[in-house]
């Protein structure tokens, strides 16, 4: 099957500047950026520079002349999904080469507003904020460190499917997930060929294991019992998998779903017709509605990465009547305060009391779309293991199956 690629190209396959459109661009701060509008983006930062558009903020950045206007350039930064705290976590980490030691955490957050400026303080740094910026940062490093964990930098696709396990009953699994996979290299932004009926399972067990490093890294779900433990996992796989898979497919303009490998599912109904049927069974109605209510939601509103970090906690962090009474009231609050920390973020990177109270509506509408997704998702595990496709009997059918008591005798 030819290698087709759903990211913005130039003809010789390398990636476009997402800011000027230069056609030597690679992954800097979050986004498809050259080296000119790296750099530029990263002194702005560091240097929290204010600029101001001497027209009316809508000028045009191309690559021939990407210099002309600074604010209109910053302001595209931005839109695009530049990531201001991956440049201040690049600042931090050389400083302390550097220095030796670790330097305080700048809590400015630079901001381009229509105006082209770089917000450089709030008026509203108190105790209460400061709590909520904390809580911000530590969903953010978490998420970039789940990201980033690797067992083996040089593994192939071939060592995954090898290492891909799902004859392992969901406790054994849960408590040994190194017996589902291997903590193979994530490789959302590759896409280089159509996904194959093997990439589903190979998806489902790297996400499995990703998702028990994402929860384990909470002090908040460490202290719950071993079965409040268990029956959150169980619940909340699938709701954060959608979250994760929806904003790689946005950040990586991807009209369909990457997987974790260098494989992806189109939402193209002509590519489609190139794809095993069984693919199509589990993909298509899941791809059309995370594409429809996720995805292009993120791109109406320009998410960050910081507003993504928060709403994987928030979606993660659910009661549900089968887990004990006290670890429903640790997981509500849990869930509430990562809820204010979001509101109050956006709050303050926004200004207007309106916008904010509008983006905040955009984010929270999310969640309920990603219970529908993992409804159906759920419906098409079972369907597809009853009739032994894809590899996705055992281990998938047990999480994705009616939550039965699974709670050991005492």
Same mark, same amino acid.
């Given at each position: 099957?030819?290698a087709?690629?759903?990211?913005?190209?130039?003809?010789?396959?390398?990636?476009?500047?997402?800011?000027?459109?230069?056609?030597?661009?690679?992954?800097?701060?979050?986004t498809?950026?050259?080296?000119?509008?790296?750099?530029?983006?990263?002194?702005?930062?560091? &240097?929290k520079?204010? /600029?101001?558009?001497?027209?009316?903020?809508?000028?045009?950045?191309?690559?021939?002349?990407?210099?002309?206007?600074?604010?209109?350039?910053?302001?595209?930064?931005? *839109?695009?999904?530049?990531?201001?705290?991956?440049?201040?976590?690049?600042r931090?980490?050389?400083?302390?080469?550097?220095?030796?030691k670790?330097?305080?955490?700048?809590?400015?957050?630079?901001?381009?507003? #229509?105006?082209?400026? =770089?917000?450089?303080?709030?008026s509203?740094?108190?105790?209460?904020?400061?709590?909520?910026?904390?809580?911000m940062?530590?969903v953010?490093?978490?998420?970039?460190?789940i990201?980033?964990?690797?067992?083996?930098?040089?593994?192939?696709?071939?060592? $995954?499917q090898?290492?891909?396990?799902?004859?392992?009953?969901? %406790?054994?699994? $849960?408590?040994?997930? @190194?017996?589902?996979?291997?903590?193979t *290299?994530?490789?959302?932004?590759?896409?280089?060929?159509?996904a194959?009926?093997?990439?589903?399972?190979i998806?489902?067990?790297?996400?499995?294991?990703?998702?028990? +490093?994402?929860?384990?890294?909470?002090?908040?779900?460490?202290?719950?019992?071993?079965?409040?433990?268990?029956?959150?996992?169980?619940?909340?796989?699938?709701?954060?998998?959608?979250?994760l898979?929806?904003?790689?497919?946005?950040?990586?303009?991807?009209?369909g =779903?990457?997987?974790?490998?260098?494989?992806?599912?189109?939402?193209?109904?002509?590519?489609?017709? %190139?794809?095993?049927?069984?693919?199509?069974?589990?993909?298509?109605?899941?791809? +059309?509605?995370m594409?429809?209510?996720?995805?292009?939601?993120?791109?109406?509103?320009?998410?960050? %990465? %910081? &507003?993504? #970090?928060?709403?994987?906690?928030?979606?993660? $962090?659910?009661?549900?009547?089968?887990?004990?009474n006290?670890?429903?009231?640790?997981?509500?609050?849990?869930?509430?305060? /990562?809820?204010?920390?979001?509101?109050e973020?956006?709050? $303050?990177?926004?200004?207007? +009391?309106?916008? #904010?109270?509008?983006?905040?509506?955009?984010?929270?509408?999310?969640?309920?779309?990603?219970?529908?997704?993992?409804?159906? &998702?759920?419906? @098409?595990?079972? /369907?597809?293991?009853?009739?032994?496709?894809?590899?996705?009997?055992?281990?998938?059918? &047990?999480?994705?199956?009616?939550?039965? +008591?699974?709670?050991?005798?005492?």
């Open positions: 099957m030819p087709v690629s759903p990211i913005l190209t130039t003809g010789g396959g390398e990636k476009r500047c997402f800011v000027c459109g230069d056609d030597k661009a690679s992954r800097h701060y979050g498809i950026a050259c080296n000119g509008c790296k750099g530029f983006f990263r002194r702005s930062v560091w &240097e520079r204010t /600029y101001k558009c001497v027209g009316d903020d809508s000028c045009e950045v191309a690559q021939q002349f990407r210099n002309r206007c600074r604010a209109c350039r910053f302001a595209k930064c931005i *839109r695009v999904g530049m990531d201001t705290m991956a440049v201040q976590s690049e931090e980490t050389r400083t302390e080469n550097n220095v030796g670790r330097g305080k955490l700048s809590r400015q957050l630079p901001y381009a507003r #229509s105006q082209g400026h =770089v917000k450089q303080e709030s509203r740094s108190t105790p209460e904020f400061e709590e909520h910026y904390g809580l940062r530590n953010f490093n978490i998420q970039r460190s990201d980033g964990i690797s067992d083996d930098p040089d593994d192939l696709v071939l060592n $995954f090898l290492q891909c396990n799902v004859n392992i009953k969901l %406790e054994d699994a $849960f408590l040994n997930p @190194n017996k589902v996979s291997k903590r *290299r994530l490789e959302w932004s590759r896409c280089t060929r159509l194959e009926l093997k990439d589903l399972q998806t489902w067990c790297r996400t499995f294991v990703w998702f028990h +490093d994402y929860l384990s890294s909470f002090v908040e779900f460490r202290t719950l019992c071993h079965d409040d433990k268990l029956y959150m996992f169980k619940n909340r796989f699938a709701p954060v998998a959608w979250v898979y929806a904003f790689q497919a946005y950040v990586n303009g991807v009209d =779903v990457t997987l974790t490998n260098d494989a992806w599912y189109p939402n193209d109904r002509e590519l489609q017709k %190139e794809m095993h049927s069984s693919c199509n069974d589990y993909y298509n109605p899941l791809g +059309d509605m594409t429809h209510d996720l995805v292009n939601t993120m791109r109406e509103i320009e998410m960050n %990465e %910081e &507003e993504y #970090s928060a709403l994987l906690a928030i979606v993660a $962090f659910k009661p549900d009547y089968r887990i004990s006290v670890g429903n009231d640790h997981i509500q609050a849990t869930r509430d305060k /990562y809820t204010q920390a979001l509101c973020f956006v709050r $303050f990177k926004i200004g207007s +009391d309106l916008m #904010s109270m509008e983006r905040i509506g955009s984010l929270m509408l999310m969640l309920t779309t990603v219970e529908t997704l993992t409804r159906q &998702e759920d419906d @098409n595990v079972q /369907y597809m293991a009853l009739f032994n496709l894809a590899g996705l009997n055992g281990l998938p059918y &047990e999480l994705h199956s009616e939550m039965i +008591d699974c709670r050991r005798e005492h």
